[in-house]
């Protein structure tokens, strides 16, 4: 907006100059007509044609004036300014102005960065305040979240309460994984572990909260040299979503095919596919949008390539294992 207004500030400026120009070079001429003293100027005689005389022409070559020629009634004087010296003080013209417009754009250009900055200080300042704030509540829950899962796993019972309280403590405690890892830095882990069983971990987890889906599993016995704690927490996430966002009495198919993990499942169909794994992007008020760009931050600190592929209502997603497995 600053530089526009200077535009039209500078612009309308170079008009009147220009109109400034026009009006020196003409009464310069008058005087030339009474004097004959000016080098800047050349005349020469044209016969009489009804020419509007003392006004300001110009033609291909010069800016002219036509003055009376004497006592001749025939002829009249043509007083003219070679157009490509009126081209130089142009020139001359937009040069400076150019220069003038340049220092006042970078002078507006740090004014306006140092309004900024300290506008937005204190916004920054109340962001990191308000994220160590999330950073200390996300560090005292790891303590209760953590006894109340030792001691659930000390209850030997197949009481269907106690595995509901189970089953919501793991799932905290995996949110609070999720939200830990969003805000912190990650220090990765090489772990060595069969891929089938962690999927199957998984699997008994959602399962039950999603009796009313189809689960297709088929995988092999393969290993996956990689950080443990990161690849569950991309399997974790995929999974939650595949659920949340999947049909009534919908299918949710895990299967290895050559060298690629697949997660397929059904939906109702994705809006906007190409933000699915953009930060704080949902499609509806569920969640918090943060759990497929958690797969995007973690597949890259893997270097594990993913693909996501859309076929009508069917969504699917493909993490490529090569690097990373042996059968």
Not at 112 to 130: D, G, V
Not at 146 to 167: A, F, H, V
Not at 190 to 211: C, G, H, I, N
Not at 263 to 270: A, R
Request: net charge negative.
């Amino acid at each position: 907006m600053i530089e526009l207004f200077l535009m039209f500030i500078f612009y309308h400026y170079y008009k009147i100059e220009e109109e400034h120009i026009h009006d020196n070079i003409f009464l310069e001429m008058k005087n030339y007509s009474l004097s004959f003293d000016d080098d800047r100027f050349d005349i020469d005689i044209i016969p009489r044609k009804n020419q509007a005389l003392y006004e300001l022409n110009q033609d291909d070559t010069s800016l002219y004036i036509l003055v009376p020629f004497q006592d001749s009634k025939e002829d009249l004087l043509k007083i003219f300014y070679p157009k490509k010296h009126y081209s130089v003080l142009l020139s001359a013209l937009q040069k400076n102005l150019s220069i003038q417009f340049t220092l006042l754009s970078l002078i507006a250009m740090i004014l306006a960065i140092s309004a900024a900055f300290y506008t937005l200080k204190p916004i920054r300042s109340a962001l990191r305040l308000l994220e160590d704030f999330i950073k200390d509540i996300i560090h005292d829950l790891n303590t209760p979240l953590t006894s109340i899962l030792i001691n659930l796993k000390m209850i030997d019972t197949q009481n269907e309460e106690i595995e509901s309280i189970s089953r919501s403590a793991k799932n905290i405690a995996m949110l609070h994984q999720n939200l830990d890892s969003y805000l912190r830095e990650n220090t990765i882990h090489s772990d060595t572990f069969v891929l089938k069983a962690l999927m199957e971990e998984q699997v008994a987890f959602f399962a039950p909260l999603y009796d009313y889906l189809t689960w297709e599993v088929d995988l092999d016995t393969r290993t996956v040299v990689t950080d443990k704690n990161a690849f569950t927490r991309i399997i974790y996430n995929l999974l939650s979503n595949a659920c949340k966002y999947n049909t009534s009495n919908g299918k949710l198919s895990i299967y290895i095919k050559q060298n690629t993990l697949v997660i397929e499942n059904d939906s109702y169909g994705i809006a906007q596919p190409h933000k699915v794994f953009e930060r704080f992007y949902k499609e509806s008020e569920r969640g918090l949008g943060i759990g497929l760009h958690i797969v995007e931050k973690l597949c890259e600190e893997l270097s594990l390539t993913k693909t996501f592929e859309i076929e009508g209502t069917l969504v699917r997603v493909s993490l490529d294992l090569e690097e990373l497995t042996s059968s």
